[in-house]
């Protein structure tokens, strides 16, 4: 997978590593984080969800929710 590659490169030129996948809608995943990361020099937050549609009309109210709890809240 491409975040282990890429720990793996990191850590072939001597770079600690802590690789530590979240869900930041969930914040059980986030405590976890939390308690997982230590010291933080580099945090990556790599979140974004989008919908496919032809119109905003048609997005339900939970998938609204959706993209504003990972986009904004997370």
């Known amino acids: 997978d491409v975040l282990d590659s ?6 072939r030129h001597g770079q600690a590593v802590n690789c530590q ?5 969930k914040p059980a995943d986030i405590a ?4 997982a990361a ?3 020099d580099i945090l990556v937050n790599n979140a974004g969800y989008s919908l ?3 119109s905003w009309l048609e997005v339900s109210f939970e ?4 993209v504003i709890n990972v986009n904004l809240t997370g």
């Open 32 to 35: 976890s984080l939390k308690a």
């Open 63 to 66: 998938d609204w929710n959706e």
């Open 38 to 40: 230590g010291c933080i």
């Open 52 to 54: 496919r549609t032809d």
């Open 21 to 25: 996948p979240c869900d930041v809608t």
């Open 6 to 11: 890429a720990a793996q490169a990191l850590r």
